[in-house]
């Protein structure tokens, strides 16, 4: 019970602070070609089962690299998603375990609906015409149909069953601030609570991580462990 209360306590000072936090979103301005991507952001998402809240921190290395971290209210990490040049892995770092499986069908178990690495790069950005720099293209089959305002930022998008609505960007950026989305099987809202630009040394390796010492498991045995 005390330990219950406790929880209460600290998630309410979290939040707290977070209201306190500066403000100040957008920490670099944007470079004429982006190259790496690195910020903070909150998400929610509601299927017929439940409804979970979370925060994720995110690093991109344009084209083909990416690293996703996500943690639960109380800053404690949950699994981390790495994706390099289509090797897509779903790590849960505290049970030693992993997944090995395609990009999308990862961002899939992450967001509620299947997305590729370049598609989720421009959903956190809202720079869906960056092609020259994130290098992916979709299909004619899979092409995405979109609505911009009057100052051509894009404010919502549809692809198949997925439909998104930009409710705010950072200041007068075409950047995303608060983002939802709606999916036959989800539903959801993400909220960056900042991003930066080129900030992250490109001599220094993007993904440094070694999966010595954990036990690969089916994505069913590692989704029993939340």
Known sequence: MLRRFLCVILCIILLFLESCHSKRVLLSPLPSQVKTIEGHASLRITTEQKSTRSKFSFLFCLPEQGKVDVSDLLGRTLYQIIIDEKKAFLVVPSKKVFWKGEEEEILNKFLGFPLNLYEMICLLTGEWEREAD?????????????????????????????????????????????????????????????????????????????????????????????
């Open 134 to 226: 994130f290098g992916k293209l979709q299909s004619e089959s899979e092409e995405w149909v979109f609505e911009k305002d009057q100052k051509g930022r894009i404010i919502s998008g549809n692809r198949r069953e997925l439909h998104f609505e930009v409710e705010s960007f950072i200041d007068n950026s075409s950047f995303v601030r608060v983002l939802v989305f709606r999916h036959p099987l989800s539903s959801g809202r993400i909220k960056i609570i900042n991003i930066a630009f080129n900030r992250f040394n490109p001599g220094k390796p993007l993904l440094t991580f070694s999966l010595s010492g954990f036990r690969e498991e089916t994505l069913s045995d590692i989704l029993e462990k939340f």
